[in-house]
């Protein structure tokens, strides 16, 4: 391409600072180094994520930055080294990277590596250096993949190639969100056939969930939210029943096991709060359920939980990416979705362009969207 080995002047959506809402600037964008793909954005989603940014609860955050993480697009130009993808490919941008080398890995059980953000930081490129500035600043990046920007520099290992055939401003939600969730119920609960599941919180994530509990085989599938107007888009990927909290003088722990007899097989929280994964907790069977914590909770938050709800033999675990190899993974669920396994379709309810990147969060805080997706 022309552009190659040039500096690129672009839009991006810059968080100057915590509490403040993005600016679109024009930023610089350099050329990638060894072992780094420029890539230029057709769709990325808004992830609640994100929005942490913004409010300045991410961990180990540093502004200005450029957030998104829930990015598609088509490679631009390659730095010495990079074997996997070419100029013209389709592509997903995911922030849970698959080096292929370290411990983790190289082990089969293992989604995770040591390259996560959980580890080292990714505010900076690999070689502590950014590629983005704009008014003579250094803007930081988000997850190594800024995906709120036209272009954008990641490593290699956050970013597989996908089938050219796929829908770009559909499929970037598989970056985060659907991957999430819908892994949540098939990778790390394992949901069996016939079983039953609760769902907390329905957002994309969550509905994602209830996605991934229908594909398994679950009988019953109890989706809450203190948001009503989310019922019928649970109902409409598979949940049986909608319950909302509000509605009950009692806990909706002991709600759900009335409801049950002795409580769920499987409970979700996708939520990201204290009280919501007790609840969770206390809603699966005594003693073969198993709670999966897949919301993220304000960074240096505890949770207080009560022993006896673990001695009886209940699991409680975490979920990071839904438990998929990322760059394994991507390719082979785009093409479940192009053979119409499921319908993720349904978690996008808006679609805006890049200028109004604002409009799209508040539609997320008003509770007005599920996955608002922005085109370049």
């Known amino acids: 391409m022309a552009t190659s080995g040039k500096v690129i002047r672009c839009r991006a959506a810059v968080a100057w600072a915590a509490g403040k809402s993005l600016s679109v600037e024009e930023i610089e964008v350099a050329p990638p180094k060894a072992r780094e793909v420029r890539v230029k954005i057709v769709a990325t989603g808004i992830c609640r994520t994100d929005d942490h940014v913004l409010d300045g609860t991410f961990p180990d955050l540093q502004f200005p930055v450029i957030p998104g993480h829930e990015g598609a697009g088509i490679v631009e130009s390659i730095g010495e080294g990079v074997t996997s993808v070419k100029p013209g490919d389709k592509v997903i941008l ?77 499929v970037c939600v598989f970056a985060c969100g659907f991957s999430t969730g819908y892994g949540a119920a098939v990778n790390t609960a394992k949901v069996k056939l016939g079983s039953t599941c609760a769902v907390f919180g329905l957002g994309g994530v969550g509905l994602s969930v209830v996605m991934g509990c229908k594909a398994a085989g679950a009988s019953r599938i109890i989706a809450i939210d203190i948001n009503k107007d989310k019922f019928a888009k649970a109902k409409e990927m598979g949940a049986t029943e909608c319950i909302n909290p509000q509605d009950f003088k009692k ?10 007899g002795h409580g769920v097989d499987y409970s979700f929280e996708a939520i990201g709060t204290a009280d919501t994964l007790i609840a969770a907790l206390a809603s699966c ?52 979705y ?7 379709d349904l978690l996008i309810t808006h679609t805006l362009p890049f200028a109004k990147i604002n409009e799209g969060f508040e539609l997320l805080r008003a509770g007005k969207s599920i996955r608002t997706v922005m085109l370049f």
């Open 338 to 344: 192009l053979e119409k396994k499921f319908n993720s």
């Open 285 to 336: 069977n005594m003693n073969t359920g198993v709670c999966v914590m897949v919301g993220v909770l304000p960074a240096g938050s505890t949770v207080p939980i009560d022993p006896f709800l673990l001695l009886s033999g209940r699991t409680c675990k975490g979920t990071l990416a839904g438990g998929w190899k990322m760059r394994d993974s991507i390719p082979k669920l785009v093409a479940s």
């Open 251 to 260: 806990p909706i722990q002991q709600v759900l096991t009335e409801m049950t």
């Open 94 to 170: 995911f922030p849970l990277p698959q080096c292929g080398e370290c411990s983790f890995c190289l082990n089969p059980d293992s989604n995770y590596c040591l390259k996560s953000h959980l580890t080292e930081p990714q505010n900076l490129m690999p070689d502590k250096t950014t590629r983005f500035t704009c008014k003579g600043k250094q803007i930081q990046h988000f997850l190594w993949n800024s995906t709120f920007a036209e272009y954008t520099v990641v490593p290699e290992y956050t970013l597989a190639k996908i089938d050219a055939a796929a829908p770009l401003d559909k």
